[in-house]
């Protein structure tokens, strides 16, 4: 069985200071993604970033990079220079085949 | 290229009602997916298509659901006799046909139902 477990349900930070989002994962898949996603209140879920369990560097895209320990079974989040645009639920995702298994969200709150 | 779309973006209706909706996927992505995600929870998976062939269904998907592809192009999901614990938003995503469990599903808006 996959599972993912974010434990922080809500984060406050301050606009242009970098946050982290935890996020630990289990499966016995020997090949599995890792994804994030943002969905602002409007409700769509928007991809952020994607690390495959055999990639020997961690992903990064823009001001998100994914902080990667296999051997912790961590995939944390990090948003450099956080702004006011960032306030929206994330989600950690893990894929180990066709179907994507949802963590139960962070809600970041970015404060001016 | 337009993302994925869903119709329509908010439905209300009564218990006992049956309810049907549309997702079009990102044009050549042959893989669509369903979820369900209710108030403060993460999505949860429903069922998925490649192309018109329906290749897993969740056990949360009741006799009451059912989903269709029927040309391999946009999808419906549709609920019977709808009860008030069907309240949700209902998710659509679409994939293109690659290797392994890497490939990345993008997702519609949603469409969130409300059983009075």
């Known amino acids: 069985a996959q599972k993912i477990t974010q434990t922080q349900p809500g984060m406050f930070v301050q606009e242009k200071e970098a946050v982290t989002l935890d996020c630990t994962y289990d499966t016995s898949d020997p090949s599995y993604g890792l994804f994030w996603y943002k969905q602002p209140s409007s409700g769509e879920m928007i991809f952020l970033i994607y690390?495959?369990?055999?990639?020997?560097q961690n992903a990064t895209e823009g001001r998100y990079s994914l902080n990667f320990q296999k051997a912790r079974k961590s995939a944390n989040l990090v948003i450099s220079a956080s702004q006011l645009g960032d306030s929206a639920m994330y989600f950690c995702?893990?894929?180990?085949?066709?179907?994507?298994?949802f963590g139960t969200g962070t809600r970041l709150t970015i404060i001016p | 290229d337009t993302g994925v779309s869903q119709d329509p973006r908010h439905k209300i209706t009564k218990r006992g009602q049956n309810v049907t909706f549309r997702c079009d996927p990102i044009s050549e992505h042959n893989r669509l997916y369903w979820y369900r995600q209710t108030l403060g929870q993460g999505p949860e998976f429903l069922t998925y298509f490649q192309n018109e062939a329906q290749l897993e269904k969740s056990r949360l998907l009741s006799d009451r659901f059912s989903a269709e592809r029927p040309k391999g192009s946009f999808s419906t999901l549709e609920i019977q006799r709808t009860e008030q614990g069907d309240s949700a938003m209902y998710l659509c995503a679409s994939s293109p046909r690659l290797a392994g469990p890497t490939d990345t599903q993008y997702f519609g808006p949603g469409t969130r139902l409300t059983v009075l």
């Open positions: 690390q495959g369990s055999y990639d020997q």
């Open positions: 995702v893990l894929s180990g085949g066709e179907k994507l298994t």
